[in-house]
């Protein structure tokens, strides 16, 4: 077999159900390990990207929106649109900008004294198993995505109820910024 320095990948496991997908992506992070060889992994699958790379392009229309570590793409956007496609982002007015606030750092319960908050109506309900994903139209006319772990007491919330939700400052980044 010949030696290449770089190995693509076109969405090499898009036609796999999602448990042979999990495991293809152990056993091709395994096999990258041990060739050590340069992957170029190309997906769609957003979660895909994040668990197989070392470092993400996120790419629109032909052009690199951001490049970097999975973790710092998802936790620090370069743009609304890195922000929107990689994950569930909710997009809020930061003064003249945008922040975002990822739904898992958001808690149903009135702010602490170090949190931030606000209140508003779920509209919709939606069970993922290991998580339940809630849509809450804040009074502030923004419509905000919370999920939580189902091991948490959240089982009584449901289409209608008022809620109370709160996160920390630092859960929220502001997009194009390294600093929240």
Not at 22 to 35: F, G, N
Not at 68 to 85: K, L, N, R, S
Not at 94 to 115: H, K, Q, S
Not at 144 to 164: K, S
């Amino acid at each position: 077999m010949n030696r290449p320095r770089v190995l693509l990948l076109d969405e090499p496991l898009g036609a796999l159900d999602l448990k042979l997908r999990e495991e293809m992506q152990v056993e091709l992070k395994q096999m990258q390990q041990e060739v050590g060889i340069t992957f170029v992994f190309v997906t769609h699958d957003q979660g895909e990207a994040l668990s197989m790379s070392d470092r993400v392009a996120v790419f629109s229309q032909g052009r690199v929106e951001q490049v970097g570590p999975p973790q710092d793409i998802y936790e620090h956007p370069a743009t609304e649109f890195v922000a929107g496609f990689v994950g569930t982002a909710n997009l809020l007015r930061d003064g003249d900008g945008l922040a975002t606030v990822r739904p898992e750092r958001i808690r149903f319960g009135p702010p602490a004294r170090d949190e931030v908050g606000t209140a508003g109506t779920v509209d919709s309900v939606q069970y993922l198993g290991s998580t339940t994903r809630y849509r809450v139209h804040t009074h502030d006319g923004v419509a905000l995505v919370v999920e939580v772990p189902n091991t948490a007491n959240t089982t009584g919330i449901g289409v209608g109820d008022p809620v109370q939700l709160a996160w920390r400052p630092t859960d929220r980044q502001r997009v194009g910024s390294s600093a929240g």
